[in-house]
């Protein structure tokens, strides 16, 4: 298992985090999965022992018993809490009022107390906003998160699902305010989907920040079980809830890349898929969930995986984004300003 820097900070993270959605059971979130405490106890102690120290939860799973349930499993294995990084979120609704939800300064502050007593901890390492609140001003927000910093629950702030130029516009906030900066972007990203190359990539490459990406198997559906024009298996999350959204059409295609080196590998196309976005020089940790613990320990396994620049390059080509104003103007242009030789202009 191998480490890398949450963002600009000195902290340092595993290229695996354990993710936490399937933990629980209620209300919508069932779908995800239904894991209780022994199941997750054996999840975090396989993740623990393969060397991963990263945990990512949030408060909206399953109503809270997500969170709930990390706190008693780090508790069961007498876990030193020290040696864990933890993460969660605040945005979801976590109740009928209508200050139940969002990111104003009274669900952030109340937020976090809530999440400290089901973890049973008395701080957060990263504490994340879980999306954009179109109701509160990116000031209200930014200053209540600086002021769980200095309360001292949270040590770090980062982002989940924000536009490029909302992360950005909060980054200026927080200089021109002298709040604490997000360090991380937890963003949907698989072979798949590879959209946030177009501009969160070179955001978080220009501001120094950390790059977890979310559902890197989109959804179970880069799996290897699914096939175009077929169901899929019966019990899948794909099949109950075909979610995140995901261009089917290249996903089957970079499926039918990767079986063949998944075979030359022996390992399962679950594996090329991670070991694919694992190699992505960008992404600092990748986060990965699992209904079974069979699927846990296949997943654990995509980190020995070695791709070759061969199966690389197979790889990028049929997972390419198609040119999008104006990225491909910016490329033209700044080809254009080359010499003849290749050099760039004088």
């Known amino acids: 298992m ?19 959605m399937t933990y629980g059971g209620k209300g919508f979130w069932a779908i995800m999965g239904d894991l209780g405490l022994d199941p997750v106890v054996e999840q975090l102690r396989s993740a623990v022992d393969a060397g991963v120290n990263f945990i990512d939860t949030a408060n909206v ?32 609704r976590m109740g009928p009022g209508p200050n139940d939800v969002g990111l104003s300064r009274k669900h952030v502050l109340a937020s976090i107390d809530e999440s400290l007593r089901r973890l049973k901890t008395d701080h957060v390492d990263l504490f994340q906003i879980h999306g954009v609140d179109v109701a509160t001003p990116l000031e209200e927000t930014l200053d209540a998160l600086g002021d769980v910093v200095r309360a001292g629950k949270v040590r770090y702030v980062g982002f989940c699902n924000l536009p490029a130029w909302t992360a950005m516009k909060a980054l ?94 022996g390992v399962s196309v679950a594996q090329i898929a991670l070991a694919y976005v694992l190699h992505k020089p960008f992404v600092t940790s990748v986060i990965i969930g699992a209904r079974t613990q069979e699927q846990l320990v296949d997943n654990l396994a995509s980190t020995k995986v070695v791709l070759s620049e061969d199966e690389l390059r197979r790889l990028d080509e049929v997972s390419a984004l198609p040119p999008e104003y104006p990225g491909w103007m910016v490329d033209w242009q700044n080809t254009r300003d080359k010499n003849g030789d290749g050099s760039t202009r004088a």
Do not use: N
């Open 2 to 20: 191998r480490f890398h820097k949450l963002g600009r900070t000195g902290l340092f993270v595993s290229e695996v985090c354990l993710g936490t």
């Open 61 to 92: 799973y399953h109503e809270g018993e997500s969170e709930k349930l990390v706190g008693e499993a780090i508790g069961k294995l007498g876990l030193a809490r020290h040696s864990l990084v933890l993460a969660t979120k605040v945005r979801g």
């Open 172 to 265: 200026a906030i927080a200089e021109r305010m002298g709040l604490p900066r997000f360090v991380s972007a937890q963003m949907y990203y698989s072979i798949a989907s590879r959209e946030i190359e177009r501009e969160v990539v070179p955001l978080a490459r220009e501001e120094g920040l950390a790059i977890l990406p979310w559902s890197p198997l989109a959804g179970g559906l880069l799996s290897g079980k699914f096939a175009a024009g077929e169901k899929g298996p019966e019990g899948s999350r794909r099949a109950s809830f075909d979610f995140p959204i995901v261009d089917k059409g290249r996903a089957f295609g970079c499926i039918e890349v990767m079986r063949p080196i998944a075979l030359e590998h």
